[in-house]
């Protein structure tokens, strides 16, 4: 395997294009995808996009490529404001080619909520959560399966399979069944309980393993090798990264064309992050986007923290991670195929990574609760855990302009929250005083550090 | 209590004004909400908006009315499609008179789903749903909460208390800790459990009462009488309607200002259905609709159907129903308070009510996901049991337009799906056949009739 491209840029920055693009003839009118071809993010090997591609020859995952120029001459960002609130908004810059092939359940245009007693709680100029449970299946998850089950429609496959910590088999399946694809799901027994209903109401073929999402990944390499499903594992198929990085097309569109100073994502297998910087990278080249890009900081548990081993040694890829576990399940991958371009996107933007422990991380999901009124996800929590011990260590500073994702709906984790409410018998009266029972008898509600299981 | 009031069409028909309102002097600027004052909306009595209201003297909800004149002079609805996606963009029509009043988690502008196949399924030419799984909270009752929260912060109210069939307790504990304002709830022991989680990370006092919604209602009566808390029981106080009202004007946005043949609403306490046709009498007071209004069809289960046997009667108000008891836990309300409302929406546009069973619901909840991919609650499911009969019955025409509210995530009742799937040990390979015992050994997901407890 090459090392990691240094000369000239991120593996993520799309090639410069000299001249114009044969793929826009003169007059040719506006199409529906600007994609041109897909390229191995490691070695730049070039690939066909309308064919069903997997992983680069040298192992590595490809990403989708544009014709940027085109689209930058095409599309009007101020015209854009008057498009639906989904994220095929910017269908342009997305790799379904025929408008009928687009798989959606409306999803996309999460809202950016201002979280204001937090941030002067915590002395932030600005604190901001793009709030991605407000997606069908309530995470993010979404947007990578409307993309990629879209373009695999698209493509002619008829059955996907993938391993998965719960959500993005949820996901996928609720698409798949969309669009009449079938789906093989391998996950975890401690993945969220929730996430088995999903897949299951949606007619997917499901299996729990006992292990972690590795050991699924193994039962589904073999169902590939041997069942002819299409692998749709992270990152093995080029188009789940397209749908994700939406994220950062639309967080930038909803400050007005503007990024903040400061991005805080929880990283698992890590495209989330790698799409947003992905995103901000092609704004760049269209001439969206001057100036610095944000810092984007990788937060994962003290479970599981490969990514923040590897940026803390200095090192381009991360190692296995032994007996991972944490309470934010999302984000329990001991070793993302990612690896290199979730370093890259934190190096390449000055940010950086870091791990919080799971008391932490339960800490603030119940503080954003009580304080701001949202109930997120452990994974979205974690992002606070880790934006207040950054801002305590300086690396925040008192005037930056912080956004975090919340990565899911905290309806998906019962388990997070412990609660005893007082049953009274019909007919009875409500108890004088206020009762602290309802809450627990030390106010706050209780959580236990437990992952489900 | 006076008879509802027949002559002169509906009571939620806005008062036709003649001159100029005394609310809008000549060359007065542009106002923030347009409300002018409360209404009964049984005697018509008027009252003052600006102070701290419940019931009219003669027991009935108050209604909040507003200058539309001024309103319809003053909005341009082309406009509209620039503000934001949340319910806020049509803040002219609703209560809160100051932006920065405004409690917010995002709300609203939920997508409005295409269901072809479906449709192809059952005949009918257009089906649509409007999936307000897609809210904070995960249910429509969020609209109702931003709206009523906000408006209660705004009249200076520093404490409610509700009865709540779970979701409503959630939604309005969440906002209530985003203004600051201290929540009790009330809620059956068969209330749907996540929303027990919900409403203790938020901060609300908290109790069950062994019994159903009318129980919970007595308790909180008692504590609005003793403790200080303001009423925000359904219908008991006039705004939590005005944020339901935002799902007919975003479903008349969403078509392009027009309105489908037939509109479909699960109805427990009826505020959504109510609210819906409130906006549609708004909009036409104000010179925006014209033409037919759709059919609204208000959906009940079996298990508690007290205005369907109303309507089936011919009768102005509804009598409580014995027994109570249905998988769609949200619609178990045996005597709504707005019941002469409810059935005013119904018959004034040529609508009906219609009851559906538990297992009919539970079967077009798996028909919906495996078709269509969408996990929608067992309330919203019951939308589509009815579509599917009135279909088969003829009262929906093969040509018609219809669209369905979802009023929840499918995530918050996993109860209604039973999936055992098969755990493989970590190392293993996967079964060569398809397994059908991945779904259970007849195809598509086993569901159970029982209420969650």
Not at 300 to 306: D, N
Request: proline share 8%; aromatic share 6%; net charge positive.
């Amino acid at each position: 395997m090459t090392a990691p491209r240094r000369d000239g840029g991120s593996p993520l920055t799309p090639p410069r294009r000299d001249g114009g693009s044969p793929l826009t003839p003169p007059g040719r009118e506006s199409r529906f995808s600007y994609l041109s071809h897909l390229e191995c993010g490691r070695c730049q090997q070039r690939y066909d996009a309308d064919v069903r591609q997997g992983l680069c020859a040298c192992g590595s995952p490809l990403l989708a490529r544009y014709d940027l120029r085109a689209v930058s001459a095409q599309v009007d960002r101020a015209a854009l404001a008057s498009r639906a609130p989904s994220l095929w908004r910017y269908h342009e810059l997305l790799p379904v080619r025929q408008p009928a092939m687009v798989v959606t359940l409306g999803e996309g245009m999460t809202p950016l909520v201002p979280l204001p007693r937090l941030a002067a709680e915590w002395g932030i100029a600005d604190l901001l959560m793009k709030d991605e449970g407000l997606l069908p299946t309530g995470t993010f998850k979404a947007r990578g399966a409307a993309v990629g089950v879209a373009r695999a429609r698209e493509l002619g496959i008829g059955r996907i399979a993938m391993p998965t910590n719960g959500n993005a088999g949820a996901a996928w399946a609720a698409y798949a069944a969309r669009a009449g694809i079938e789906a093989l799901i391998v996950m975890p027994v401690s993945a969220p309980e929730i996430t088995r209903a999903e897949c299951a109401i949606a007619g997917a073929r499901l299996y729990l393993v006992d292990g972690l999402i590795g050991d699924a990944g193994a039962i589904v390499a073999g169902a590939v090798a041997t069942q002819g499903y299409a692998d749709a594992s992270t990152l093995k198929e080029p188009y789940r990264i397209e749908g994700k990085k939406t994220m950062g097309l639309e967080l930038y569109e909803q400050l007005g064309w503007r990024v903040p100073d400061v991005i805080v994502y929880p990283a698992g297998g890590g495209v989330g992050i790698i799409g947003i910087y992905k995103a901000l990278l092609e704004c760049q080249e269209m001439g969206w986007l001057g100036g610095k890009l944000p810092r984007l900081v990788a937060v994962q548990a003290s479970g599981c923290a490969p990514i923040v081993r590897a940026w803390e040694e200095g090192a381009d890829r991360a190692q296995p991670w032994q007996n991972a576990a944490t309470v934010a399940f999302g984000i329990t991958v001991p070793m993302p195929l990612g690896d290199f371009l979730i370093l890259d996107a934190v190096r390449g933007t000055g940010g950086c990574a870091i791990a919080v422990s799971d008391e932490h991380i339960l800490a603030a999901q119940a503080r954003v609760a009580a304080v701001e009124g949202a109930f997120i996800c452990p994974e979205g929590a974690a992002c606070f855990a880790a934006i207040e011990r950054l801002r305590k260590d300086g690396w925040i500073g008192g005037d930056d302009e912080v956004v975090a994702f919340n990565t899911g709906a905290g309806i998906k984790y019962p388990q997070t929250v412990r609660v005893r409410p007082p049953v009274l018998p019909a007919g009875s009266d409500l108890p004088g005083a206020r009762a602290k029972t309802a809450r627990g008898p030390s106010g706050p509600p209780r959580t236990r550090a437990q992952p489900a299981s």
